[in-house]
């Protein structure tokens, strides 16, 4: 089956770093998502961006799909950015698959 | 607009038992559906439910069951539980049709003693 790996795993930054995060996936997909996760398990839809690029606020996301890559960029990273980022690329019959995460900690 | 919603938030039940979680979509979304996420585990598909009938089925077990109701809530069901059922359940919903984001609830967390 498709491969969903993300890098790095984890994460520490300060408040006001910037960082990428990276997302292969080793077939070809229909779409792609990027999530959070917060610490209270709450899930929330980022971006949906089969390619291209795309920015809401601090944060922008590109997807090269040819090249089976993904890169969420978060800028002045705040606290309450902290959690788990998980892409999730679709195959067929609307099948997410999920990446292993990145854990996020964002420190004052 | 009311996002998708989940009961209940946890649930405790022990060994051999049956579990049931309920997910209501965000109104006009007629597709739902259940992932798990096991401790240490990525999030893993369950089910997809669409217009009320089962669209497509994860690597789990018949005793993962669910199904969709005509106002498009859905029901999961786990029968004769096992230690390792332990996990948050994550419903998600989408507009039909391929190309629509899903949005997700904020999960029923399942402790199997």
């Known amino acids: 089956g498709i491969q969903v790996e993300q890098s790095p795993p984890d994460l520490i930054l300060q408040e006001g770093a910037n960082s990428t995060l990276r997302c292969n996936f080793s077939?070809?997909?229909?779409?792609l998502q990027w999530f959070h996760q917060n610490p209270w398990g709450q899930l929330i839809n980022l971006f949906y961006?089969?390619?291209g690029t795309k920015q809401n606020g601090r944060l922008s996301a590109t997807t090269v799909a040819t090249e089976r890559y993904s890169l969420l960029y978060i800028s002045s990273s705040q606290t309450t950015d902290s959690g788990v980022y998980f892409c999730?690329?679709?195959?067929?019959?609307?099948?997410?698959?999920f990446g292993t995460g990145t854990r996020l900690l964002v420190s004052p | 607009e009311a996002g998708v919603t989940q009961s209940p938030t946890h649930l405790i039940k022990t060994r051999g038992q049956q579990a049931t979680l309920r997910c209501s979509p965000i109104?006009?979304?007629?597709?739902v559906y259940w992932y798990q996420q096991a401790l240490g585990l990525g999030l893993q598909f369950l089910l997809w439910?669409?217009?009320?009938?089962?669209?497509n089925r994860g690597n789990f077990p018949p005793r993962f069951s669910g199904r969709q109701f005509p106002n498009y809530s859905s029901e999961l069901n786990v029968n004769a539980l096992e230690l390792e059922d332990s996990a948050l359940y994550l419903c998600?919903?989408?507009?039909?049709?391929?190309?629509?984001?899903?949005?997700f609830g904020n999960g029923t967390r399942l402790t199997v003693t």
């Open positions: 961006i089969p390619s």
């Open positions: 109104s006009g979304h007629t597709s």
């Open positions: 998600a919903s989408s507009l039909p049709g391929n190309n629509s984001p899903l949005h």
């Open positions: 439910y669409d217009e009320g009938e089962e669209r």
């Open positions: 077939d070809s997909v229909n779409n």
């Open positions: 999730a690329v679709e195959l067929g019959f609307q099948k997410l698959v």
